[in-house]
């Protein structure tokens, strides 16, 4: 440890994730709080990665989530670290609201550990997070999937790229929207702001994958852009029905 961490270390000592109490040295959660995050396993959608009940999942054999069977969507395929339960939910809602910005470290590092493989595999070019609008950002401080995809990108040793895609203005809080209304709501909400890097495999990253249309939509303007294939990362999400 060099002696800036150190200072940062005794000034904000690292938190777990999931209770906030300090953590012994070397620790990213405590080990009873990881045994209550539900890490996605097989069965699962093979389009957005939700995880399928393992009872229905036997007795039909399903490839597609209700979702993913009804709706086309513009990426090639997702994955998902964690089951969005209480304990997620409240941890995102910390690392975003109350300037927790040290669980990136332990949440990027899971998604790399999870997928880095099935991400090398895929031969992605370049990490890009969902962006903030730029005054979402300035009050925030920082964008919690920027600081995810930064670890990401130092530990899978791909670039990540926060220039390139931007969000134009504040959109309607989504959870208030029904599925269309989200798809009108976030429709040119994405931009595309340097031309002159062309791209041709993409991850994008998030922190919570509901309907997809966030991810649709950043999708669709990347492959406006040339983008051949576009693959999403989320920290969460729910389960396929
Ligand atoms: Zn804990
Ligand atoms: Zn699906």
Do not use: W
Not at 23 to 33: Q, T, V
Not at 89 to 100: A, C, D, G, L, V
Not at 109 to 117: A, I
Not at 213 to 219: E, L, P, Q
């Amino acid at each position: 440890m060099g002696i800036k961490e150190k200072i940062l270390q005794i000034l904000f000592p690292k938190t777990c994730p999931i209770c906030g109490d300090i953590l012994e040295k070397g620790r990213e959660i405590c080990p009873e709080c990881k045994q209550r995050l539900i890490y996605i396993r097989e069965p699962k959608c093979k389009k957005c990665g939700k995880p399928f009940d393992k009872r229905e999942y036997d007795s039909q054999t399903r490839e597609y989530c209700g979702d993913c069977t009804k709706l086309h969507h513009s990426y090639e395929h997702g994955m998902a670290v964690f089951r969005y339960n209480e304990e997620i939910r409240e941890s995102i809602f910390r690392f975003k609201y109350h300037n927790q910005r040290t669980y990136a470290d332990f949440y990027g590092k899971e998604m790399v550990k999870c997928y880095g493989r099935h991400i090398h595999s895929l031969g992605i070019e370049v990490i890009i997070p969902v962006p903030l609008s730029k005054k979402k950002r300035r009050n925030r401080g920082f964008n919690q999937a920027e600081l995810m995809a930064n670890i990401c990108g130092e530990q899978l040793g791909i670039p990540v790229d926060c220039g390139k895609l931007l969000r134009r203005r504040d959109t309607v809080p989504q959870k208030e929207l029904n599925h269309t209304e989200r798809r009108k709501n976030l429709k040119n909400a994405f931009i595309i702001e340097k031309n002159d890097v062309k791209y041709k495999k993409i991850l994008l990253v998030d922190d919570i994958y509901t309907t997809g249309s966030t991810i649709d939509a950043c999708a669709e303007m990347l492959r406006q852009d040339g983008v051949e294939k576009v693959y999403f990362i989320s920290l969460s999400i729910g389960a396929g029905i």
